[in-house]
């Protein structure tokens, strides 16, 4: 999904042709994009990171921080669609409830938890292999879940960052306070 994601924001904001290059490209290194991909296509995880890391260099000038906003297009692409219930039922604690099985939907290595206190939900990447420890995975994912909570509970939400890949740390644990709860 999160490939079909990428999809829909890329040719809204830069133009089909512009995706199509940026996977042309890809593919001469990565088998997986040689072949049409499909919503159910399994891509592994260090081939979509550098998939999307070819995305940032190419499309937003290597600027890390596109990922929050690649991980809410990732959001609004799975909550208007497969997992649109979510929204429909403006259940925060099943939403939150969700992430490890969500997380591994999208990832084949690592795992996440997810607790909600009241009005803070606190999101944690543990057992992630080095090699796959890079700012997509943090960035992206506490995007994802950023606008997943704003989807679902209605409003907005404010996003701490407590241990991070972007901090050094062999963890990432955001905390993300509810403002209309």
């Not at 079909?4 to 199509?20: I, P, Q, T, Y």
């Not at 890390?64 to 979510?86: I, T």
């Not at 039922?89 to 969500?102: C, E, K, L, T």
């Not at 506490?142 to 241990?163: D, H, N």
């Amino acid at each position: 999904m999160a490939f079909m994601a990428r999809r829909a924001l890329v040719e809204r904001e830069h133009g089909a042709a512009k995706f199509d290059e940026v996977v042309r490209a890809i593919a001469k290194t990565e088998a997986i994009f040689r072949s049409p991909v499909l919503a159910t296509t399994k891509i592994p995880m260090g081939s979509f990171m550098r998939f999307n890391q070819a995305l940032i260099d190419t499309l937003y000038n290597g600027d890390q921080k596109a990922n929050f906003a690649l991980g809410e297009q990732s959001a609004d692409y799975a909550l208007n669609g497969p997992y649109k219930h979510f929204v429909t039922n403006r259940s925060i604690d099943a939403f939150v409830g969700s992430a490890p099985s969500m997380y591994k939907n999208y990832f084949d290595e690592g795992e996440a938890k997810a607790e909600r206190r009241g009005r803070d939900v606190n999101l944690e990447l543990f057992d992630i292999p080095a090699a796959y420890r890079c700012l997509y995975i943090e960035y992206g994912i506490m995007g994802y879940f950023r606008r997943g909570l704003e989807m679902v509970s209605g409003g907005m939400t404010k996003m701490t960052a407590k241990k991070g890949f972007s901090k050094g740390d062999d963890a990432v644990l955001y905390v993300f306070e509810l403002t209309n709860v």
